[in-house]
T-cell receptor, first 113, second 114 residues
Framework: DARVTQTPRHKVTEMGQEVTMRCQPI?????VFWYRQTMMQGLELLAY????????DSGMPKDRFSAEMPDATLATLKIQPSEPRDSAVYFC???????????FGQGTRLTVV | AQSVTQLDSQVPVFEEAPVELRCNYS??????LFWYVQYPNQGLQLLLK??????LVKGINGFEAEFNKSQTSFHLRKPSVHISDTAEYFC????????????FGTGTQLKVEL
């Protein structure tokens, strides 16, 4: 059963610390998205990649967030330094280019205290 | 640019009653339309999608939705809900021009009561 895998599922960290979230897209999917979900803003697109190249990261605060795809099986989202307002659930999703259905991971729930 | 409006943030309904969750969208280009469901502490799962063709689309778990181009709507319906349908439902659009980038509505919490 193919699925998008995100780690960790939960993360509690102190303000100022670096946080790295990881995503393993479904094998064969060449487009990867990072979304953030909060009560106030709902689901926001942070960044996305196609064939490992960043296509759009306009939704990300550039000064503290960075997203990369070191290889086709791993996408990372890093926050440095983290702030309490970054507390949210971060979702990764992947899709095969020829398809339209995006498959979502179970999310990383981040709490910054 | 696209936007999606889900006017109802919460919809309470009794079990076995029908339900409709409303979705309106705005876009300057042609779009694909989707409904996703999110169960507590889970990711989003696709319920159904409209790409082209028949405006009435059927999805999983007995849900269906109708695309109305003139009203720019894509309302989700189920004739008889079950307790297990309690979840958050998101309407989303993406451009037919490619990219698969989804723009989501703010979600509707469906609460099914006995």
């Amino acid at each position: 059963d193919a699925r998008v895998t995100q780690t960790p599922r939960h993360k509690v960290t102190e303000m100022g610390q670096e946080v790295t979230m990881r995503c393993q897209p479904i094998l064969g999917h060449n487009t990867v998205f990072w979304y953030r979900q909060t009560m106030m803003q709902g689901l926001e697109l942070l960044a996305y990649f196609r064939n490992r190249a960043p296509l759009d990261d306009s939704g990300m605060p550039k000064d503290r967030f960075s997203a990369e795809m070191p290889d086709a099986t791993l996408a990372t989202l890093k926050i440095q330094p983290s702030e309490p307002r970054d507390s949210a659930v971060y979702f990764c999703a992947s899709v095969r280019d020829a398809d339209t259905e995006a498959f979502f991971g179970q999310g990383t729930r981040l709490t910054v205290v | 640019a696209q936007s999606v409006t889900q006017l109802d943030s919460q919809v309470p309904v009794f079990e076995e009653a029908p339900v409709e969750l409303r979705c309106n969208y705005s876009s300057s280009v042609s779009v694909y339309l989707f409904w996703y469901v999110q169960y507590p502490n889970q990711g989003l799962q696709l319920l159904l999608k409209y790409l082209s063709g028949s405006t009435l689309v059927k999805g999983i778990n007995g849900f269906e939705a109708e695309f109305n181009k003139s009203q720019t709507s894509f309302h989700l319906r189920k004739p008889s809900v079950h307790i297990s349908d309690t979840a958050e439902y998101f309407c989303a659009v993406s451009s037919t021009g490619g990219g698969n980038k989804l723009t989501f509505g703010t979600g509707t919490q469906l609460k099914v009561e006995l």
